[in-house]
């Protein structure tokens, strides 16, 4: 990246990962509760809390669709295009991380379970 590239795409980045660290928040926040919670969890709750994790994974395709172009303007498209990459293999390895740690509301025989430790 040379620097009047670094300067603008920097800028964009500041403000988009600052938006990005709300959602994230209240994404941690909202698997904090559910840690606290899942094993008195009724249908209805699990289902809400199904709609809000949907939702803040909508918030975050919509942010990056917004950035998109600030980003084209600061960078060239392959340049642009291995940020998002990029972005896109760090979100998913760490909503894997966090999906790796909770336990799964339903189980075998209708039991909750919880993940087997990773080896």
Request: some cysteine.
């Amino acid at each position: 990246m040379v620097e009047p590239e670094a300067i603008k795409f920097w800028a964009v980045y500041q403000k988009c990962s600052a938006k990005l660290k709300q959602i994230n928040d209240e994404k941690f926040a909202m698997l904090h509760a559910y840690s606290q919670s899942w094993k008195a969890m009724s249908d209805d709750d699990a289902l809400i809390f199904t709609r809000r994790w949907l939702e803040l994974d909508e918030s975050v395709v919509q942010l990056r669709s917004k950035y998109l172009p600030r980003v084209t303007d600061a960078l060239p498209g392959k340049k642009a295009a291995t940020f998002f990459q990029l972005d896109q293999r760090i979100t998913m390895m760490i909503d894997l991380q966090f999906a790796s740690q909770l336990p799964l509301l339903h189980g075998v025989h209708g039991q909750a379970q919880t993940p087997a430790p990773v080896r």
